[in-house]
C-alpha cells in the first residue's frame, strides 16, 4: 500500500507513459525517439510539458540528446531498471519515490535469500500470514488487509535470516504508515496481492530462489502498473501506445498481460 501523491503535472504523466513505452520494448537502448513535434501530437500535450518530461528523463539518465540532433534512449540502458512509478514520485518531491526504488532493489533478493534459507518457523509465519489473507478476503476490511500486507513482506525479510534488511523493510512500513491516506486497495487488487503472496511462498517452500525473486518482482511491478494507473488515469494525455515509427518489441517477449494474470 502506497499514500498518495499530489495531483501530478502532465510533464510527470509524459515521464511514466515514455517509460512504459521502454518497459515494454517499443522504445530500446540506442533507438531516437519521434521527433518532438511528431511526439507531442500522438501524445496530444503541447511542447512545452513535452519538454519538461523530457528534461526529466535525461536528468534521470534514461534518454540523452546526441551531437547532431536528436533524443535517444541511453546506450546501454537496461529497462529493468525503469520505475515509472519511481520517478513520478520523485518529480513531486515526495521521499516515496526512493522508498519505492529501493523496493523492486532488495526485495526481490530477499525472497530468492528467503527459498535458500527460511527454516520451518519461517515458513509457518508466512503460511499464517497468507491464510489470514485468505480469511480477509472473504470478510474484506481494508486496513486489516493493508497490515496483512505489510506483514507478510517483514515476515519475508525475516526468513531470508538477515537482520538489516528486517530493519530495513519495518522502516520502510513505517514511512509507508506515516501518511495519512492509502490508496484504496480494491477487491480484486487483494486478491492479485494474495495470488502473488501464495507464489512466492510456494517458490519459498520449494527452495526455488530464481522463482521466488521473479515472483516478487512481477508483485512489486504489477502493484506499480495499479497505483500509476490510480494516479495518472485521471487526466492522462493518452494512453501509452509505441509512437508512430517505433520498433515493435523484441520476438518471444511475454505479453505483459499474462505477466499480469488477466
Request: charged share 25%; glycine share 6%.
Amino acid at each position: 500500500m502506497v499514500q498518495p501523491i499530489r495531483r501530478l503535472r502532465l510533464s510527470q504523466q509524459i515521464v511514466a507513459q515514455i517509460c512504459q513505452l521502454i518497459r515494454q520494448g517499443y522504445l530500446r537502448p540506442g533507438d531516437r525517439l519521434p521527433p518532438e513535434r511528431d511526439l507531442a501530437d500522438q501524445l496530444q500535450v503541447s511542447r512545452a510539458s513535452l519538454r519538461e518530461a523530457l528534461r526529466g528523463l535525461e536528468i534521470a539518465g534514461i534518454i540523452e540528446s546526441r551531437h547532431g540532433g536528436g533524443t535517444y534512449v541511453r546506450d546501454g540502458f537496461s529497462s529493468g531498471l525503469i520505475s515509472p512509478l519511481a520517478l513520478v514520485l520523485e518529480a513531486s518531491g515526495d521521499l516515496l519515490g526512493d522508498l519505492w526504488e529501493v523496493r523492486i532493489i532488495v526485495e526481490p533478493d530477499l525472497a530468492a535469500l528467503a527459498a535458500l534459507r527460511a527454516t520451518p518457523e519461517h515458513i509457518a509465519a508466512l503460511e499464517e500470514v497468507v491464510r489470514q489473507q485468505a480469511a480477509e478476503l472473504a470478510h474484506p476490511e481494508e486496513d486489516r488487509a493493508t497490515h496483512l500486507d505489510r506483514q507478510f513482506h517483514v515476515a519475508l525479510a525475516q526468513a531470508s535470516e538477515n537482520a538489516v534488511a528486517v530493519q530495513v523493510i519495518q522502516l520502510m512500513n513505517r514511512v509507508l504508515q506515516g501518511g495519512r491516506r492509502h490508496f484504496h486497495a480494491s477487491p480484486e487488487r487483494r486478491r492479485r496481492a494474495y495470488h502473488w503472496h501464495q507464489e512466492i511462498l510456494g517458490a519459498i517452500r520449494a527452495r526455488q530462489p530464481d522463482a521466488a525473486r521473479d515472483a516478487m518482482l512481477r508483485h512489486l511491478r504489477e502493484v506499480e502498473e495499479f497505483i500509476l494507473g490510480s494516479v495518472v488515469a485521471t487526466r492522462a494525455p493518452r494512453s501509452p501506445e509505441p509512437p508512430r515509427g517505433a520498433p515493435h518489441p523484441p520476438t518471444g517477449r511475454r505479453d505483459a498481460r499474462a505477466d499480469r494474470g488477466d
